[in-house]
């Protein structure tokens, strides 16, 4: 088989896929409608395949793009002196990374209890994953029915000890809506409790813009951290997003180290071991060529289509615009009488306690063929599982076409909404398979002589693999990562991977 006939093989896969160019697609891909800049991103990522990031002494190339780019951002949104950052695979992982660094944080400080996660109800789904992995308590925090922003007064009724941290977002995906995030990050700052600032789809919009109502950065008192997607309005192709934190300490609380095993030092800034360069050479390209010139003229066109649309929707007698847009989300809202029990039953779901069912978000410029159905956003989900027919969308209407058939979005019944069904978690995890393993103290030192990140020292590392696989041999002795250990791992790499400082350690 050639090379030509494989692709055409994959080419053809594609067939059943919504365009991801012609602006014809309204949520998922983000086209800046440029020439040129597909292929740029495709030259700059092909150049960059190979490379692993999880190691920037081996690819000293990665920590200049990661430098960069969180640079850029931090310039862009307010960084002060103190601000670093990390590129991370998207906006999921940067939402989960500022809540990992707020839950260390929070333990660091000896409180007893659960540490709590102080969220709006429109704050995304990431933060109920994060609380999900990591263990937090979800505080929902209500917004007001009108203009569907975070109730200031809510937030202050729960900063207490347990509060690990609250979340604002600028704006709120479902919505369109900056939450009032100057009056929360005040407060939370009183209550000693950090503030994170989701600018996953309004980062790189805002800036750009000259209508935006109040400020929502990192220069807002308060505000500890903040994430934006460059993979949302940033241009670039997917698996590359920025999260920002206003001290180096905070992000430091979410690295992982240790040393506690036979093959290298580990220091992971974020959840990947391997990470790829390619969406962040991509990223780098695309940020270089466009320049913040370019990514005006894209944000003031795609600004003046939202407002444009925002406009003529509110002209539509039954049509509401959700609150006030400010970026390029629009949620219209369908008023008059109330109808049946799906619409009761996707309200009580919402818990915005907004008056009116299903409000639809509509992102401007890319519009849906009239009866293109908007395809099932669980659908990812269910991965590559193969032969699962598409259901109807589940979601909120989208593009404004008729309201969503079949079943509500949301968890199933009686289950609790940060507690997600794992439908293909298989039954009996460790414990199934014999229990936790034994950590014992480690038999010798390993791995805190070798270079950082270079691969396995060069005794010690394989033979002991060799032993962890022979049968009947105990399994290598696995201990923790004492603090000790981790910070002579992180002083290490530090020492090694000294650039600038800003992305990297
Ligand atoms: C897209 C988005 C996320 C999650 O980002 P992914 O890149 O899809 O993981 C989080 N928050 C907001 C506001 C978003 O728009």
């Avoid at 309201?403 to 199933?412: L, M, Y």
Wanted: charged share 20%; hydrophobic share 40%; with cysteine.
């Amino acid at each position: 088989m050639s090379p030509d006939e494989v692709l055409a093989e994959l080419t053809a896969l594609q067939a059943g896929d919504l365009p991801t160019h012609g602006g014809a697609t309204m949520a998922y891909v983000y086209d800046s409608g440029l020439s040129g800049l597909e292929e740029l991103a495709a030259a700059a990522q092909a150049a960059f395949q190979w490379t692993n990031a999880l190691d920037p002494t081996a690819f000293p190339s990665v920590a200049r793009l990661e430098n960069d780019l969180v640079g850029a951002a931090a310039r862009l949104l307010g960084g002060g002196p103190g601000t670093v950052g990390t590129l991370t695979s998207g906006g999921t992982e940067s939402c989960l990374l500022a809540v990992l660094s707020a839950r260390e944080t929070w333990r660091a400080r000896g409180r007893a209890g659960r540490p709590r996660l102080l969220l709006p109800v429109t704050a995304h789904a990431a933060f109920r994953k994060a609380a999900h992995l990591f263990d937090l308590d979800v505080v929902d925090v209500p917004v007001d029915p009108t203009s569907c922003r975070a109730v200031p007064a809510a937030v202050a009724g729960a900063l207490d000890e347990q509060a690990a941290l609250v979340v604002v977002s600028a704006p709120s995906y479902p919505h369109g809506v900056l939450d009032p995030v100057g009056e929360i990050a005040a407060m939370a700052a009183s209550a000693g409790v950090p503030c994170h600032v989701d600018a996953c789809i309004g980062g790189w919009i805002l800036p750009f813009l000259d209508d935006v109502p109040e400020p929502f950065d990192l220069s807002v008192d308060g505000v500890t951290s903040l994430s934006v997607d460059l993979h949302k309005y940033g241009y670039a192709p997917k698996g590359v997003s920025v999260l920002l934190t206003a001290t180096p300490e905070l992000r430091h609380a979410h690295w992982f180290t240790t040393a506690g095993w036979p093959g290298y030092p580990v220091v992971n800034p974020t959840l990947a071991g391997t990470r790829p360069a390619g969406p962040m050479a991509a990223a780098w390209a695309v940020h270089r060529w466009l320049g913040d010139d370019g990514y005006r003229e894209l944000a003031r066109r795609t600004r003046a289509a939202t407002v444009a649309l925002t406009a003529g929707a509110s002209a539509i007698e039954g049509l509401r615009v959700v609150g006030t847009p400010v970026a390029t989300l629009v949620a219209l809202a369908q008023e008059g009488p109330r109808r049946g029990r799906r619409a009761e039953s996707r309200r009580r779901d919402d818990r915005a306690r907004l008056d009116a069912a299903a409000p639809a978000v509509v992102r401007a410029g890319r519009r849906r063929p009239p009866g293109h159905a908007a395809p099932d956003r669980d659908r990812r989900d269910r991965g590559a599982s193969g032969g699962v027919a598409r259901r109807p969308h589940r979601g909120r209407m989208r593009g404004g076409g008729a309201p969503p058939a079949g079943r509500r979005p949301g968890p199933r019944r009686g289950r609790r909404d940060d507690r997600p069904h794992h439908p293909h978690r298989r039954r009996g995890g460790r414990a199934a398979r014999g229990g936790r393993r034994r950590e014992r103290p480690a038999a010798r030192a390993h791995g805190a002589g070798a270079r950082p990140g270079l691969g396995s020292p060069p005794t010690g590392g394989r033979a002991a693999a060799g032993r962890r696989a022979g049968p009947g041999l105990p399994a290598y002795p696995v201990t923790p990562c004492s603090r000790a250990q981790a910070a002579t791992a992180a002083a290490t790499a530090s020492a090694t991977r000294r650039s600038s400082g800003l992305g990297t350690m």
